[in-house]
């Protein structure tokens, strides 16, 4: 059985920086790109980052581009370090992965796995 297992959300303040973890299990995910959507209360869930198997390639939304990083470890594990956090960074965060072997996406609809997601919220 497949999981993703996000940690690492929390409060913090304007300017703080925060670091999520997404550890997957139960298959190796090492010929498929991994990435991080987000949903803000009372919106949809939108992309955020994205990084190959290799993790040589990654893809920002233009909002983070600069303040967040995301890296993986190896096959199955990824994460996202968040720095100069806003208030309207506020958000679940979701770690998915993308159902088709190579193939990069921002399409919430080509990932097929997801975790439960991880609370942060910025106060300003």
């Known amino acids: 059985q497949v999981q993703l297992v996000e940690s690492g959300g929390g409060l913090v303040q304007a300017g703080d920086s925060l670091k999520l973890s997404c550890a997957a299990s139960g298959r190796s995910f090492s010929r498929h790109y991994m990435g991080w959507f987000r949903q803000a209360p009372g919106k949809e869930r939108v992309f955020v980052a994205a990084?190959?198997?290799?993790?040589?390639?990654t893809t920002y939304e233009d909002s983070v581009k600069g303040r967040f990083a995301i890296s993986r470890d190896n096959a199955n594990t990824m994460y996202l370090q968040m720095n100069s956090l806003k208030p309207e960074d506020t958000a679940v965060y979701y770690c998915?992965?993308?159902?088709?072997?190579?193939?990069?996406?921002?399409?919430?609809?080509?990932?097929?796995?997801w975790g439960q997601g991880t609370q942060v919220t910025v106060s300003s």
């Open positions: 998915a992965t993308v159902g088709r072997p190579y193939y990069n996406s921002r399409s919430e609809s080509d990932y097929n796995y």
């Open positions: 990084i190959s198997w290799s993790g040589g390639g």
